[in-house]
């Protein structure tokens, strides 16, 4: 089975920085998509951006020119610089992998357990 472990969540005031990062355990065939979502108090899990194997990305339009988001394949990781934030982007955030786990088998997603990012004004 393959977990993702997420770290680099925390409490920052607005306009600051924090830098996520989410990395497999197990054995991975291959990553197809990598993503990041969030899900703030009441609402639903929404995507912040994602990245596919050949390093294409996109992003919500509310975190545009202030996130990026990066992968290490030779590290089953990806990444999220967030720069600029804003009360707004408080939420818990889960890294998403779309993985093969072995030849021939079919993808399926995988969730990390969540990091709690806090924004203060």
């Known amino acids: 089975q393959v977990q993702l472990v997420e770290s680099g969540g925390g409490f920052v005031q607005a306009g600051g920085s924090l830098r996520l990062s989410c990395a497999a355990s197990?054995?991975?065939?291959?990553?197809?998509?990598m993503g990041w979502y969030r899900q703030a108090p009441g609402k639903q899990r929404e995507l912040v951006a994602a990245?596919?194997?050949?390093?294409?990305?996109n992003y919500a339009d509310s975190v545009k020119g202030r996130v990026t988001i990066s992968r290490d394949n030779n590290k089953d990781t990806v990444y999220l610089q967030m720069n600029s934030l804003k009360p707004e982007d408080t939420a818990v955030y889960y890294c998403?992998?779309?993985?093969?786990?072995?030849?021939?088998?079919?993808?399926?997603?995988?969730w990390g357990q969540g990091t709690q990012v806090t924004v203060s004004s």
């Open positions: 990245i596919s194997s050949g390093g294409s990305t």
């Open positions: 197990g054995s991975i065939f291959s990553v197809n998509r």
């Open positions: 998403n992998f779309n993985a093969i786990l072995r030849l021939g088998a079919a993808a399926s997603n995988y």
